[in-house]
C-alpha cells in the first residue's frame, strides 16, 4: 500500500532553516512527479515546490524562490525540502504529493512553525 512519511518539521525562529523529508513507499516512485504542498491556517492548500520524476525540472511558488529547494534521490524513495530564511508566514502544515495520472497521493502532514 502506498505510503509516505514525512519528517522534519518543527518549531523555528524567523530567518532559521529546516529539512523536510518525506519518504515514500508502495509505489514505483522513479515515475512520479513529486510536490511538497502547505495549508497555512485557515487558508487553501497551495503548492510550494514540485521535482519532476527524473529531476530534469523543478518549480517553485514566488513566494519561496530562493529560500527553498526541492531534491529528490530515486535510489532511496525520498523527497526532501531544504527551507531557508523562514518566515512567520511559511508557517503551515506541509504535505508530500505524487502525482502520475490518474494517480495522486498525500502524505499526512508535517507541522512547521515560525516564531520567535
Known amino acids: 500500500q502506498v505510503q509516505f512519511v514525512e519528517s522534519g518539521g518543527g518549531l523555528v525562529q524567523p530567518g532559521g532553516s529546516l529539512r523536510l523529508s518525506c519518504a515514500a513507499s508502495?509505489?514505483?516512485?522513479?515515475?512520479?512527479?513529486m510536490s511538497w504542498y502547505r495549508q497555512p491556517p485557515g487558508k487553501e492548500r497551495e503548492e510550494v515546490a514540485l521535482?519532476?520524476?527524473?529531476?530534469?525540472?523543478?518549480k517553485y511558488a514566488d513566494s519561496v524562490k530562493g529560500r527553498f529547494t526541492i531534491s529528490r534521490d530515486n535510489a532511496k524513495n525520498t523527497v526532501d525540502l531544504q527551507m531557508n530564511s523562514l518566515k512567520p508566514e511559511d508557517t503551515a502544515v506541509y504535505y508530500c504529493?505524487?502525482?502520475?495520472?490518474?494517480?495522486?497521493?498525500w502524505g499526512q502532514g508535517t507541522q512547521v512553525t515560525v516564531s520567535s
Open positions: 504529493h505524487a502525482t502520475h495520472r490518474p494517480y495522486d497521493w
Open positions: 508502495g509505489f514505483a516512485f522513479s515515475m512520479f512527479d
Open positions: 521535482i519532476t520524476y527524473t529531476s530534469s525540472n523543478t
